[in-house]
């Protein structure tokens, strides 16, 4: 499974007034592991920018005057998404920005290049009702560290939402992939045949307190990943009392 990782940064916050794309960041993914091909372009937007963006990212009128038009950048940009699955923080926005600049060369919307998209701000909202869900602060809640952070970048965004997204997903999934890559890397001579028979295993069954236990781990898990672990699938866990 191919995903690209996106963000942007634009001369302010609406396209349908005008405002245009200034960069544009992209992070592959293929079977939820970083491939280390990226997609990175500054983008010259032929306008002034809001001091309230260049607050946020720091790009200027003056740096990005010798950068390339969004017309030049296009097709490499629709190349390198197509048919992908898209991870997106507040999809809506950059969605809006890109479909816009797509409009402005008389091509189809952005969005018809892609297979479909995730929206990280609509899934933690889901998984985590009531707190802040900006990529800092996911960031904070996860583990992920973003130190190295002071302004926004469309490249370093789109890194640090991938490492957000996989610890957001992170479950049964993952683990069996874990498994699968093990084992193809083991070679054969890891699943020769051993002859077990003559062995007689002593079975410990377990106590009330620890299926109590192994039960909590395994809702915690399921919470984690927004209720997509496959276990789920064959038998959803008892609610605890």
Known sequence: MRQIVLDTETTGLNAATGDRLIEIGCVELVNRRLTGRNLHFYINPERDIDAGAIAVHGLTVEFLADKPKF???????RD???????????????????????????????RKHVASVIDTLLEARQMFPGKRNSLDALCERLGVSNAHRTLHGALLDAELLAEVYLAMTRGQNSLVIDMMDASAGAGPAAVAATDLSALR?????????????????????????????????????????
């Not at 017309?71 to 940009?77: F, G, L, N």
């Open 71 to 77: 017309a030049e950048v296009v097709h490499e940009i």
């Open 80 to 110: 390198f998404v197509q048919d992908a699955e898209l991870i997106i923080h507040n999809a809506a926005f950059d969605l809006g920005f890109l479909d816009m600049e797509f409009q402005l060369l008389g091509l189809p919307p952005f």
């Open 201 to 241: 295993l002593p079975v410990l069954e377990p106590t009330e307190d620890e299926l109590a236990a192994h039960a909590a781990v395994l809702k915690e898990l399921d919470k984690a990943s927004g209720g997509k672990t496959v276990w789920q699938e064959a038998a959803p866990l008892e609610e605890a009392a």
